[in-house]
């Protein structure tokens, strides 16, 4: 998975530059963008930077109409007022659809977007005007559904981000409230549409993969708590890990697909859930969060067993069924259920101890494991990410030593064994290479 | 997937109706008890906060924002409906008259949500504990409400409350 597929605008942006230098052909450059899944000559018409422009120009119009309004114009009859209102967000969405029959699609979602602003604005004005203090999420919630359509009619990433970010917003307002967000998945459905049927964005690719995970998580919590409070435990923890996990494998199945877009997608998950389970281990190389984890609990260790092998089995079948290299995903799968079921099968905190070192010994493996994939597959983040985390892993029993000194010393002994054998062999493997 | 331009035109209308709509009905729920509540009045004490989302406002604490339900009743979940039935004393003011997490058969009451679980001591909310204005106008409703004050509030037959004044003790 190399990330030089995430760099398409740059690639596009060379492929104009060798070929003005008569590098290579038109017809060359167009292959080479091909390959990438991008349009050349789209790309090198260079219309995104005005899109950006044009977008954050509105966005400020917008904030400045919200600031000067919200400053609580009290000297104003509160029928004109509200008329204003109406008046300010259906004249600028007559307008931007006046700019769509014209075919101006550029400046029909410009406006639409400040439509879309004057729309929130009036939702927050109507409740200043009245003094309406009644549950204040439902207007961000209202305000999300307003601009959901457009997003969805228009095809446009702005307007999807606009109503992602208010959506999250509502979701964490709500949640914040105590209020399960039960419609969330609703914009999720339309963002996952948007990202895998209509436009390539990884802001809102990752976005979507994100919201996902948060909403599955908050409703394991009001499970947890009966129905009408969140009740975080650590079988979010256990939940997390899975779902990264099953994301590893997701990402693997994305990477061999022939879409170049969800070759993209695959390529930014695969990278990300590996750097969350490498830091998920970081985190468990201290002894002091095993003796919490055998301390721990469990509301129901069962549930929590079920759950972890169900996130395995979906993440090493994505894998198997993907590109049937399974054996990374299912490395951490096995490692994830095991470790679990000893934790919840050991009573005596006394053995924290040895879940410690031997979670230290296998990121020093996942470490070489990364770093000799990264020179034999040439890919040089896997290469960067193993080389941090040993060094991670060698700073941490530095500071938080391993029992006592003469533990450490034992543990830093054992690292030098693995990384200088795996140096051995890697010399060996290449010899054998060039004879060959 | 590409839709046609009618369609999209169609839906676009639809969009900014929906938008309409909302703001309308927002607009009418706010006027409803307004238009059509009994007018009574109720001690206030104000604090003021600032919110990113709602401008300045002042912070309105009832007397009757927290209240007890009777021992027989059990202990409200967080955000669940409680009823307080009103009553007026001898200087026009209304006061609590009892607590219950079901509605009233008759009489003059207010609904709110409970804030707090796990005890029959609620703080309740009433929708109406914001007063926005302009960040001074705030400061001086604080100043001026600091001997206290009372907020004139409508009250529909539901239960559904809107504010309409404060002012404050002389």
């Not at chain 1, 050991?346 to 494991?369: E, H, K, S």
């Not at chain 1, 990264?374 to 290469?383: A, D, L, N, Q, R």
């Not at chain 2, 007018?39 to 206030?44: A, D, F, L, T, Y």
């Not at chain 2, 009757?64 to 200087?91: C, F, G, H, M, T």
Request: aromatic share 14%; charged share 20%; hydrophobic share 50%.
């Amino acid at each position: 998975m190399r990330l030089i597929r995430l760099l398409k605008r740059d690639i596009a942006k060379e492929c104009t530059d060798w070929v003005k230098d008569s590098i290579i052909s038109e017809d060359q450059a167009s292959k080479i963008c091909d390959r990438y899944g991008i349009d050349y000559k789209k790309a090198s018409e260079q219309t995104y930077g005005y899109a950006v422009l044009m977008g954050l120009g509105y966005l400020f119009i917008g904030l400045a109409v919200i600031t000067l309004l919200s400053a609580n114009w009290d000297d104003i009859p509160r029928s004109i007022r509200m008329l204003g209102l109406l008046l300010l967000t259906t004249s600028t969405h007559l307008f931007a659809l006046k700019k769509y029959k014209e075919n101006q699609i550029p400046t029909a979602i410009g406006l639409f977007f400040l439509g879309s602003l004057f729309y929130g604005a009036s939702i927050m004005l109507i409740a200043q005007i009245y003094h309406i203090d009644e549950h204040y999420p439902n207007g961000i919630f209202w305000w999300a559904v307003g601009v959901l359509p457009l997003g969805a009619l228009l095809q446009s990433s702005l307007l999807i981000s606009l109503t992602m970010v208010l959506a999250f917003i509502w979701f964490f307002v709500e949640s914040g409230l105590n209020y399960f967000p039960m419609l969330f998945p609703i914009f999720l459905a339309v963002l996952a549409w948007h990202v895998f049927k209509v436009k390539q964005s990884y802001v809102l690719f990752l976005s979507f993969v994100v919201g996902l995970g948060v909403y599955l998580e908050y409703a394991l919590s009001w499970w947890m708590g009966d129905g009408y409070r969140f009740n975080f435990e650590i079988e979010n923890a256990v939940f997390c890990i899975g779902l990264f996990i099953a994301y590893h494998g997701f990402s693997k199945w994305l990477v061999s697909q022939k879409d170049p877009k969800l070759v993209d997608y695959g390529t930014v998950l695969g990278l990300w859930a590996l750097r969350f389970m490498i830091f998920t281990l970081l985190i468990l190389s201290f002894d002091w969060l095993w003796e919490e984890l055998i301390e721990t609990n469990w509301i129901n260790s069962g549930f929590s067993i079920v759950l972890a092998a169900v996130f395995s089995i979906i993440g090493v079948c994505f894998s198997y069924f993907g590109n049937r290299q399974f054996y990374s995903t299912l490395s951490f799968a096995l490692l994830y259920v095991f470790g679990l079921y000893m934790v919840m099968q050991t009573y005596d905190d006394i053995y924290a101890l040895y879940f410690q070192i031997v979670n230290n010994i296998v990121l020093i493996i996942a470490g070489v494991w990364l770093i000799v994939k990264g020179i034999k597959e040439s890919v040089t983040h896997y290469f960067f990410l193993g080389v941090t985390t040993i060094l991670a892993t060698g700073l941490l029993r530095y500071i938080d030593l391993v029992g006592d000194y003469i533990g450490a010393s034992i543990l830093f002994i054992i690292f030098a064994v693995i990384l200088l054998s795996a140096a051995r062999f890697w010399k060996s493997h290449q010899r054998s290479l060039q004879k060959s | 997937m590409k839709l046609d331009n009618k369609k999209i035109m169609y839906g676009l209308i639809a969009t900014i109706a929906l938008q309409l709509a909302v703001l309308i009905m927002e607009y009418g729920n706010a006027v409803y008890p307004l238009l059509t509540g009994t007018e009574i009045k109720i001690k206030v004490v104000p604090v003021d906060p600032r919110s990113l989302f709602r401008g300045n406002y002042a912070r309105l604490n009832y007397d009757i924002s927290r209240v007890s339900l009777p021992e027989e009743s059990r202990a409200p979940r967080v955000n669940e409906v409680i009823y307080v039935k009103l009553k007026q004393d001898r200087d026009g003011l209304y006061f609590e008259e009892g607590v219950s997490l079901s509605k009233p058969d008759s009489g003059l009451f207010i609904k709110g949500r409970a804030r707090h679980a796990h005890s029959r001591d609620v703080q309740v909310r009433y929708g109406i504990e914001a007063f926005f204005a302009p960040k001074e106008k705030a400061l001086d409703l604080e100043r001026e409400l600091r001997a206290g004050g009372v907020a004139i509030i409508k009250l529909t037959k539901n239960g559904k409350p809107a504010l309409l004044d404060i002012v404050a003790n002389k």
